[in-house]
Every structure is written in C-alpha cells, then in structure tokens.
C-alpha cells in the first residue's frame, strides 16, 4: 500500500491504495465517483475514460501509480445537474443515450475531442469515438449531440461551467451517469 496525491475534478486528493490497483478501483472504490463505470476490464470499450492532463485514458487499464501529480477529469467534474455541460445538455437535447451506460466514457472523450478541435467534422467525431462501445446502438444520435455541443460551445455568449464546479469527489448523480449506478 502507498499513499498517493493526485487532482480528481481541480480537487487535491490522496489515497492509500496498492499502486498497481487500476484507476479505475481507486475513483470508484476509495474516493466514491461512481460516473465512471466499469465496462471490460480489458481496456476495449471506453466505457472506463477519464480525462489526464487532458487526454482520454481507459481508467481499467492505468494503474494509480502512474497519475500522482496528474489532473484527473471524470464524469463529476465536467458539469452539475443544474448547470450541465453543453456536451451534456445537447445529449439529453438529442435523447442520444438509451442505457446510459457508456455515456459517462463517451462524453469525456468527445470532451477532449472538442477542447483539440472546437469545429469538428462527422468523419472526425466518429473517429475521436471509436474506442467507445455503445451497444444500444444510438451512434447517429451521439454524432448529433457532438455537433450540437460543439455548436453551442462555439457561441460567443456560451457560459461554460469550469471542470469540477459543483462537487466534491462523493457528490451525487450527475447528467451522464446512469440512474443505475452501483458500487
């Protein structure tokens, strides 16, 4: 067991954990974020991302070790239920999820898709994508949304919510996460 310091959400944590446990283990088990869900294990579906410094990264598959002093971006820290992010607003707008399950993966990924490229294309969006699995088959509905959000995010008047206002790493549901979610 190590104790390690990392940024969940623009929010300083530590945690004592094995440093070979998968991200994953930690935000879910140790500082109770429960919007990132476990999808394979085996770093194939997406359903795990979290943004690192940035990047879009299968939590599952990076063990805790390998963040310490790196700013960690899930699910929680993009938006509130009263002030979503404009990526969620425009997947609620469009009805773009149907289980839920593996939105909270895909939102962080189209995140950091349009934080690197605010205008992107069809072609681009469902590139940034593919290492997102969503099994009900609502991919047109998801491509809607990214357009839409990116629309809305380039409006001059757009009030962004920052990453990480309206939490604490145990704070409750958030607009992407599933009514479903268990420990």
Do not use: W
């Amino acid at each position: 067991m190590e104790t390690l310091a990392f940024t969940v959400n623009r929010k300083s944590v530590s945690v004592t954990a094995d440093r070979d446990a998968p991200l994953l283990d930690v935000l879910r088990n140790h500082l109770g974020l429960l919007g990132t869900k476990f999808g394979c294990g085996l770093e194939q579906c997406g359903t795990c991302m979290v943004l690192i410094d940035g990047e879009p990264v299968k939590s599952c598959g990076k063990a805790v070790s390998t963040v310490a002093g790196e700013q960690i971006l899930t699910i929680e820290g993009l938006g509130t239920p009263e002030q979503p992010h404009p990526l969620q607003q425009a997947f609620l707008d469009e009805q773009a999820g149907q289980c839920g399950y593996c939105l909270s993966g895909i939102l962080i990924t189209a995140k950091a898709l349009l934080d690197r490229n605010p205008s992107p294309s069809r072609r681009e969006i469902a590139l940034a994508l593919d290492d997102n699995i969503c099994r009900c088959g609502s991919h047109h509905r998801i491509l809607r949304a990214v357009e839409r959000a990116a629309a809305t995010m380039r409006l001059p008047t757009n009030p962004l919510p920052q990453a990480g206002e309206g939490g604490s790493p145990r704070s409750g549901d958030r607009v992407g996460a599933s009514a479903g979610d268990v420990p």
